[in-house]
């Protein structure tokens, strides 16, 4: 497992107040926290050195959090890489999360800043980076373990769910990319995306979340194989989820 002190968040926010209340709240839990004051240092200090994470204000001066993150997912369609980006924004508004999804972003936390809510947001993202690099297992049964409190009845209940679930949304996603709907493809990647994560199933995330941007950006064509091998993440995911319970 990675250590708290190797995880490297990048820490977006304009306003001083909350950039020291959120500063002490990472670093007092072991964090290394680099700041930044808006989305223009966020792309300066990414091409200086590598982070794990983004905390990322939506409304900075300058250049704001929609437009950082747009700008290093961009960058990121060369590369391949994907780096957690975690929206802050001060307005709960309807729609808010739906916004920062859309830019990208992979999650959303609202200020003022809850810090239980902080750490399991992030827990959430470093706990995948750290058993990419460790092991081969297609998900994280410690995490799971403790996102469940321990309780194995609890576990077992939210794997049948998901055996049963995911043939459906698989199906749904087939359908969609034999239609060429690409707003369908969208939802249904999407549905199956947050079902992985909360086995923190990295690799079923990952071309879970590609086939969702490919629907986002209307490239049905080419999802065809990315969903082969989805079927595959998915089938070694249950058969591993299955052997554990
Ligand atoms: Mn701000």
Same mark, same amino acid.
Request: aromatic content about 6%.
């Given at each position: 497992?990675?250590?708290?002190?190797?995880? !490297?968040?990048?820490?977006?926010?304009d306003n001083?107040?909350?950039q020291?209340?959120?500063?002490? =709240?990472?670093?007092?839990?072991?964090?290394?926290?680099?700041? #930044?004051?808006?989305?223009?240092?966020?792309?300066?200090?990414?091409?200086?050195?590598?982070?794990?994470?983004?905390?990322? @204000?939506? %409304?900075?001066?300058?250049?704001?959090?929609?437009?950082?993150?747009?700008?290093?997912r961009?960058?990121?369609?060369?590369?391949?890489?994907?780096?957690?980006?975690?929206?802050?924004? #001060?307005?709960a508004? !309807?729609? @808010?999360?739906? !916004?920062?999804?859309?830019?990208?972003?992979?999650?959303y936390?609202?200020?003022?800043v809850?810090?239980? %809510?902080?750490?399991?947001?992030?827990?959430?993202?470093?706990? @995948?980076?750290?058993?990419?690099?460790?092991?081969?297992?297609?998900? /994280?049964?410690?995490?799971?373990m403790?996102?469940?409190?321990? /309780?194995?009845?609890?576990?077992?209940e939210?794997v049948?769910?998901?055996?049963?679930?995911?043939?459906?949304?698989?199906n749904?996603?087939?359908?969609?990319?034999?239609?060429?709907?690409a707003?369908?493809?969208?939802?249904?990647?999407?549905? =199956?995306?947050?079902?992985?994560?909360?086995?923190?199933?990295?690799?079923?995330? @990952?071309?879970?979340? %590609? =086939?969702?941007?490919m629907?986002?950006?209307?490239?049905?064509?080419?999802?065809?194989?990315?969903?082969?091998?989805?079927?595959?993440?998915?089938?070694?995911?249950?058969?591993?989820?299955?052997s554990?319970?």
């Amino acid at each position: 497992m990675k250590k708290k002190n190797n995880i !490297k968040i990048l820490l977006a926010e304009d306003n001083l107040v909350n950039q020291k209340v959120a500063y002490n =709240l990472l670093s007092e839990e072991g964090y290394h926290v680099v700041i #930044a004051n808006n989305g223009h240092e966020v792309l300066n200090l990414l091409k200086k050195e590598p982070f794990d994470l983004i905390l990322m @204000d939506i %409304q900075m001066p300058e250049m704001s959090g929609m437009e950082a993150t747009q700008a290093i997912r961009t960058q990121e369609q060369e590369t391949g890489k994907h780096i957690p980006i975690i929206a802050v924004t #001060a307005h709960a508004m !309807k729609g @808010d999360r739906e !916004k920062c999804i859309e830019a990208g972003m992979d999650d959303y936390i609202s200020k003022p800043v809850n810090p239980k %809510q902080l750490y399991d947001v992030i827990k959430n993202f470093y706990s @995948d980076t750290a058993t990419k690099e460790a092991s081969n297992e297609s998900y /994280d049964h410690g995490m799971v373990m403790e996102r469940v409190g321990g /309780d194995e009845t609890l576990m077992r209940e939210i794997v049948n769910i998901f055996v049963e679930e995911s043939p459906v949304l698989l199906n749904e996603i087939e359908g969609a990319i034999n239609l060429k709907d690409a707003k369908k493809l969208e939802r249904s990647a999407h549905s =199956l995306k947050g079902s992985v994560s909360n086995f923190s199933a990295k690799k079923a995330y @990952d071309v879970a979340y %590609q =086939l969702e941007k490919m629907g986002h950006q209307g490239k049905v064509d080419d999802a065809q194989k990315v969903f082969k091998n989805l079927e595959k993440e998915i089938e070694t995911l249950t058969r591993e989820l299955c052997s554990h319970i």
